[in-house]
């Protein structure tokens, strides 16, 4: 079957750095996407991996691991903004995208 | 403003009862989806279509209709409203139907069937 497993909640504080990990066991593999959540809000994107390695974009980063069915979001310098949820998605061989249920983080001052 | 609208933003139906959810785009991407979304699980697709004239099913389809007459308009239909269908609806749009383009999402419609 394919499955998208990320944690459900993880706290940080304002200003430190955070890894939201996420592995994932798809029928085929053609990207993985990460998307931001505000409560109440409609899902936004923030990256995609295709290929292994370490996108930067900002203070978001996000890495991705083929062999190992693996990606993880990096946020750094975190502000209180940053509390949303994360969703992961992974493309399928039909380019159909499987999501996890997302990780909702919390910033604390 | 260029994004997806969605209507209504909430609302409250009777079981048994039809239900259209409204959804336009102004960007002109080929592709539109719609997802459940509900609490503890991921986003489900319930109908996309790739192009205006052609839809297809989702992972969730059963109990929901769509239709794709134009680029712009891709409406979600219920045609008896069942209480397991209480959710938030998004409507989604991307350039190309290849799945590795960036969805755009509308703001949702929260449905709640009693």
């Known amino acids: 079957g394919q499955n998208i497993d990320q944690p459900t909640e993880m706290t940080a504080t304002e200003g430190a750095i955070v890894q939201i990990n996420c592995t994932y066991q798809?029928?085929?593999?053609?990207?993985l996407f990460w998307y931001q959540q505000h409560a109440g809000e409609a899902p936004t994107f923030l990256s995609y991996?295709?290929l292994d390695g370490l996108e930067e974009k900002g203070r978001f980063s996000s890495f991705l691991s083929r062999s190992k069915g693996y990606s993880y979001l990096l946020l750094k310098e975190l502000q209180m903004k940053d509390s949303a949820s994360y969703l992961c998605?992974?493309?399928?061989?039909?380019?159909?995208?499987?999501w996890g249920a997302g990780t909702k983080l919390i910033i604390k001052p | 403003i260029a994004g997806i609208t969605q209507a209504p933003t909430s609302q409250i139906l009777a079981a048994g009862r039809r239900m259209t959810l409204r959804c336009t785009q102004d960007?002109?991407?080929?592709?539109m989806y719609w997802y459940r979304q509900d609490l503890g699980l991921g986003l489900r697709l319930i109908h996309y279509?790739?192009?205006?004239?052609?839809?297809g099913k989702g992972e969730v389809p059963d109990g929901y209709s769509v239709s794709r007459a134009n680029t712009d308009d891709f409406p979600l239909t219920l045609a008896s409203a069942v209480p397991s269908q209480t959710s938030v609806y998004f409507c989604?749009?991307?350039?190309?139907?290849?799945?590795?383009?960036?969805?755009?999402f509308g703001n949702g419609t929260r449905l709640t069937v009693t």
């Open positions: 991996n295709v």
């Open positions: 279509s790739n192009t205006a004239g052609t839809t």
């Open positions: 989604a749009s991307s350039e190309g139907g290849d799945g590795n383009s960036p969805l755009h």
């Open positions: 998605a992974s493309s399928d061989s039909n380019y159909q995208l499987i």
């Open positions: 798809t029928s085929g593999f053609n990207g």
């Open positions: 960007m002109r991407h080929n592709a």
